[in-house]
């Protein structure tokens, strides 16, 4: 079982940054990869960027593609998502997803096995 939570989210001007972190429970944290996914009001839930176990392989949407980083550190159980030059559209909930096994980062959301109850990200005009 594992446990995650968000933090970070907030109110930010077009433009500017925003970084959320995930923490993680368990001590297997390496084991799993990690996903960033959001959903906007009227929309489906969708893959933001992810990361395996290890941190060695990173995808990404391609509509964030140069503004978000993804990383990880597994010595603290946390994911984190350097969110930059954010725009409006990047307005959502944001949620961190963990699914076994680590080796395999995908963009399916029936495939992580563990879900954070999200923060909110809002990005005005």
């Known amino acids: 079982q594992v446990q995650l939570q968000e933090s970070g989210g907030g109110l930010v001007q077009a433009g500017g940054s925003l970084r959320l972190s995930c923490a993680a429970s368990g001590r297997t944290f390496s084991s799993y990869a990690m996903g960033w996914f959001r959903q906007a009001p009227g929309k489906e839930r969708e893959f933001v960027a992810g990361?395996?176990?290890?941190?060695?392989?990173?995808d990404y949407e391609d509509s964030v593609k140069g503004r978000f980083t993804i990383c990880r550190n597994n010595a603290k159980n946390t994911v984190s998502l350097q969110m930059n030059s954010l725009k409006p559209e990047d307005t959502a909930v944001y949620y961190c997803?963990?699914?076994?096994?680590?080796?395999?980062?995908?963009?399916?959301?029936?495939?992580?096995?563990?879900w954070g109850q999200g923060t909110q990200v809002t990005v005005s005009s």
């Open positions: 997803a963990a699914r076994f096994p680590g080796t395999v980062v995908t963009r399916a959301d029936r495939a992580y096995d563990f």
């Open positions: 990361i395996s176990g290890s941190g060695e392989y990173t």
